[in-house]
C-alpha cells in the first residue's frame, strides 16, 4: 500500500508538473510541493513500518530510476534498439524534481551540464527523502530512551 | 481523530493528480486552435505515427550523398531524421553558428555547440535558410549562444528561459527578431514546423 501511493504521488507528479511547464513558475511552487507530499507522506507510513520497510519502500519507489540510471552508468546501453532512449526515459522520470535543477547555474563538468550529473543523483536523493521521516523516528526514540 | 487522518491522507494522494487534470483543461482550453487543425500539430502528427507503431524518433542507416555544409550561412538550420520518426519526416534539429558549427539540443550535453559533422548519421537531412536580412540572422545566432549550456527538456514548451529543446532554441531565438517559425500556433515546435515555415527555403535536402 505504501508503495502503490508511493508511485501514485511520483507519476502524478511526472505529469503535473510537466504540464505546470506551460506555465513557468508554477512548475517550481509543484515540484516543492511534491517534495513536502512526499515528506509527509513518508511521516505517515513511518509509524506503521518499520526502518527496514521503510528503506524498501524508498528503494523499490525509485526502482525504475535505477535501472535506468544503471543501465547508462554500466554503458548497458547497447542491449536494445531502445537503449538510446534510457536517458531520455530517466529525464522523463526525473520531471518532479526538473523545475528545481533548472534554477541552478549552467556549469559544466567534463563538457557535461551540471543537471546531467544531478539526473543521477536525483535517484538516491529522493529515495533518501522518503527515507528521512524514518531517521528521525530513530533518532526521536534514541533521545526519548536517553532521558528515561 | 481516525477519520479526519483518513481524509488527510486521501487528500494527500489526490492533490497532484487534481493539478495535472485542472492544468490539462487549462492548457487544453487555451489551445483549442489546434483541434482544428487538420494536420501538422505535434500531437496530431505523434497520434498518426503511434497508430503505426512508430514512438520514438527512430532510426536507421545514413544514406549516400555528401551534405554541402560549406554552403551554410550563420542562422541557417539544419533538421535531421529518419523514415520512422514520429513526430514528422525529421527528429532533430540544429542552428548553424558558423565555422562549421551548430547549436544543439541533447539531453546529456544541454543546448550546447556541436560540429555539423553530428548530422552525417542521419538518413534525411535538409538545410534551410530562413529569408531574413544577414543582421537579422546574426542577432538570432546571438540569442541562441547566449542560451548555450542551459538544460535540455524534450517536452519543453514555448515558454521560459529554463527548459529548451533543440527546436525551441531556434524558434525562440528568430522570435525575438519578430519572425515567427511556427505556422499552427503549436504547443510545441516540431522540426517539421521548422520545415513548414513560409520563412525558409530549402537549399539542400537529402532522403526526403
Redesign the interface.
Known amino acids: 500500500m505504501a508503495l502503490t ?1 508511493a508511485y ?2 511520483h507519476i ?2 511526472i ?2 508538473i ?7 513558475g508554477l512548475d517550481i511552487v ?1 515540484a516543492l ?2 517534495l513536502y ?1 512526499v515528506y ?2 513518508a511521516g ?1 507510513w513511518r509509524q506503521s513500518l518499520n526502518r527496514a520497510g521503510m528503506a524498501s519502500v524508498a528503494l523499490l519507489w525509485q526502482a525504475p530510476g535505477y535501472l535506468l540510471g544503471g543501465a547508462i552508468l554500466l554503458t548497458a546501453e547497447s542491449i536494445s ?2 537503449s ?2 534510457y ?2 526515459m530517466l ?2 522520470w526525473g520531471t518532479p524534481l ?2 528545481l ?3 541552478l547555474p ?3 563538468l567534463l ?3 551540471l ?2 550529473y544531478l539526473l543521477f543523483m536525483l535517484v538516491p536523493c529522493l529515495s533518501l527523502h522518503y527515507y528521512y521521516p524514518a531517521l528521525i523516528k530513530k533518532k526521536t526514540k534514541s533521545r526519548s530512551a536517553g532521558s528515561n | 481523530m481516525n477519520r479526519s487522518k483518513y481524509n488527510i491522507n486521501a487528500v494527500r494522494l489526490l492533490i497532484l493528480p487534481l493539478l495535472g487534470l485542472l492544468l490539462l483543461l487549462v492548457i487544453g482550453a487555451a489551445n483549442r486552435h489546434l483541434l482544428t487543425v487538420s494536420s501538422g500539430s505535434v500531437i496530431h502528427t505523434y497520434m498518426a505515427s503511434f497508430v503505426k507503431g512508430e514512438i520514438g524518433t527512430g532510426y536507421g542507416k545514413p544514406t549516400a550523398g555528401t551534405v554541402p555544409f560549406s554552403h551554410l550561412e550563420p542562422g541557417d538550420i539544419v533538421l535531421g531524421g529518419w523514415p520512422n520518426t514520429a513526430y514528422g519526416r525529421f527528429s532533430h534539429a540544429g542552428l548553424y553558428v558558423g565555422d562549421d558549427r551548430l547549436l544543439e539540443g541533447y539531453v546529456d550535453y544541454g543546448l550546447s555547440i556541436q560540429a555539423t559533422s553530428t548530422y552525417a548519421h542521419y538518413s534525411r537531412i535538409c538545410l534551410l535558410r530562413v529569408n531574413a536580412p544577414a543582421e537579422v540572422k546574426a542577432k538570432a545566432v546571438e540569442y541562441a549562444l547566449e542560451k548555450e549550456k542551459k538544460m535540455f527538456y524534450p517536452l519543453a514548451f514555448k515558454d521560459g528561459d529554463r527548459l529548451w529543446n533543440c527546436t525551441k532554441i531556434i524558434w525562440r531565438a528568430y522570435a525575438a527578431q519578430g519572425i515567427d517559425l511556427d505556422e499552427t500556433g503549436d504547443l510545441w515546435i516540431a522540426p517539421e514546423s521548422l520545415a513548414e515555415s513560409r520563412w525558409v527555403s530549402v537549399i539542400y535536402a537529402k532522403g526526403i
Open positions: 501511493r501514485i504521488i502524478s507528479a505529469i503535473a510537466g504540464l505546470a511547464m506551460y506555465f513557468p509543484l510541493v511534491y507530499l509527509k507522506e505517515y534498439q531502445f538510446y532512449y536517458i531520455f529525464e522523463l526538473l523545475p535543477f533548472s534554477l549552467a556549469w559544466t563538457d557535461r551540464p543537471y546531467y
